[in-house]
């Protein structure tokens, strides 16, 4: 038995301090059912957890200054293309170049 990262509270006492009996994936996989029990009261109960892909927490603060970031670069990247299209543009109006014989 371990005792959980979170914070399960019992639902009998209320005490934060709760231990993990017994895990089953259920669902194709998606959900976990655990078997838990309290530590202060040792009432038993079930929890049912879901899984998510890449669920990690993204703090509004850092996705701002993603999109910063992301905008940024794309602004950059249109004022590249439109520089190397005027290079371009420049190269095919000057003076036609003499073709390489073999």
Do not use: W
Request: charged share 40%.
């Amino acid at each position: 038995m371990r005792t959980g990262t979170r914070s399960f509270s019992c639902p009998k006492c209320q005490h934060r301090g709760t231990a993990v009996k017994d895990s089953r994936p259920v669902k194709d996989g998606t959900e976990i059912r655990r078997r838990r029990f309290c530590i202060a009261c040792g009432h038993r109960f079930t929890t049912l957890e879901q899984l998510y892909e890449n669920a990690r927490p993204l703090r509004s603060g850092r996705l701002k200054e993603t999109l910063s970031r992301l905008s940024r670069a794309l602004d950059n990247a249109r004022e590249d293309i439109a520089e190397v299209a005027d290079a371009i543009k420049a190269d095919e109006d000057s003076e036609p170049r003499e073709a390489i014989e073999r």
